[in-house]
């Protein structure tokens, strides 16, 4: 059973996060040949000020540009 675990900055629409989720789940399936009813996925949303890259966060670089 496939389990798909995606931490992503939050601030994406209910439709773009749907999508995600549908298109991990296909990429799942098409590439271990796992029934749909078996893939499980999972969105953790995290605020913009406790996700970094490069000791800057996500919301700090939005403001710097």
């Not at 675990?5 to 799942?28: F, N, Y």
């Amino acid at each position: 059973m496939p389990f798909i675990d995606v931490t992503i900055a939050e601030g994406r629409s209910p439709d773009e996060l749907r999508k995600l989720i549908h298109e991990l789940t296909q990429a799942a399936h098409r590439a271990l040949d796992a029934p749909l009813p078996n893939i499980r996925v999972v969105l953790r949303e995290t605020p913009k000020t406790h996700f970094a890259a490069g000791d800057v966060t996500i919301a700090e670089r939005e403001t710097r540009t």
